[in-house]
């Protein structure tokens, strides 16, 4: 089976200087689009509702320094803040 997700090592978005791809995909979940060699998608789920927003930011800082990665660590204030951006606004 050839590769499905792309890898984290060495992933661009997973080093950038902001870490929101990072939390959004953590909080959020994400799916592979589908193609020709793939036809049938696959999800990572989303763990927005089971995680607390410190165990988000200790999962997304060692993600961003395992496998040879070198980003800076995430806080439980990043994780408070995507969260917020990402739900819908009820304002009128």
């Known amino acids: 089976m050839e590769r499905v997700f792309p890898p984290l090592k060495g992933s661009a978005d997973i080093q950038a200087k902001a870490p929101s791809t990072v939390l959004q995909v953590i909080i959020g979940g994400g ?3 589908t193609a020709k060699q793939q036809p049938w998608p696959y999800h990572m789920p989303a763990f927005g509702r089971k995680l607390s927003d410190q165990q988000i930011a200790d999962l997304a ?3 961003r320094n395992a496998w040879g990665n070198r ?6 204030a990043e994780v408070e803040k995507v969260r917020k951006e990402d739900r819908p606004s009820t304002a009128k």
């Open 61 to 63: 800082t060692y993600i």
């Open 31 to 33: 799916t592979v689009v």
């Open 71 to 76: 980003a800076g660590s995430v806080s439980a």
